[in-house]
């Protein structure tokens, strides 16, 4: 098991840029591919960025895309996401996640969940 604990998240104008992170405690960090999702009010939890176990991978929904970057410390346990340019549609309580193995945009296949940061880009 991995326990999630986010950080990093505020409120910010639009144009403005954010560092979220997310530090991990329990199993082996490396063992997990991690995801950062969010969740606007009222909406579906959406996929925005992944990262492999070592780095190597990334992915990004195409809204974020260019604007955010995920990276990983594998000695601190810890994933960032690098936001840039936000923009007000931005605004959704952020989330990290882990699951074993391989990197993936569907939000069923994470096992583990932080319990989220606030961002809110004003206009």
């Known amino acids: 098991q991995v326990q999630l604990k986010e950080s990093g998240g505020g409120l910010v104008q639009d144009g403005g840029s954010l560092r979220l992170s997310c530090e991990a405690s329990?199993?082996?960090?490396?063992?997990?591919?991690m995801g950062w999702f969010r969740q606007a009010p009222g909406k579906e939890r959406d996929f925005v960025a992944f990262?492999?176990?070592?780095?190597?991978?990334?992915d990004y929904a195409d809204s974020v895309k260019g604007r955010f970057t995920i990276s990983r410390d594998n000695a601190k346990n810890t994933v960032y996401l690098q936001m840039t340019s936000l923009k007000p549609e931005d605004t959704a309580l952020y989330y990290c996640?882990?699951?074993?193995?391989?990197?993936?945009?569907?939000?069923?296949?994470?096992?583990?969940w932080g319990q989220g940061t606030q961002v809110t880009v004003s206009s």
């Open positions: 329990g199993r082996p960090f490396s063992t997990y591919a």
């Open positions: 990262i492999s176990r070592n780095g190597a991978t990334t």
């Open positions: 996640a882990a699951r074993i193995m391989y990197p993936s945009k569907a939000v069923s296949a994470y096992n583990y």
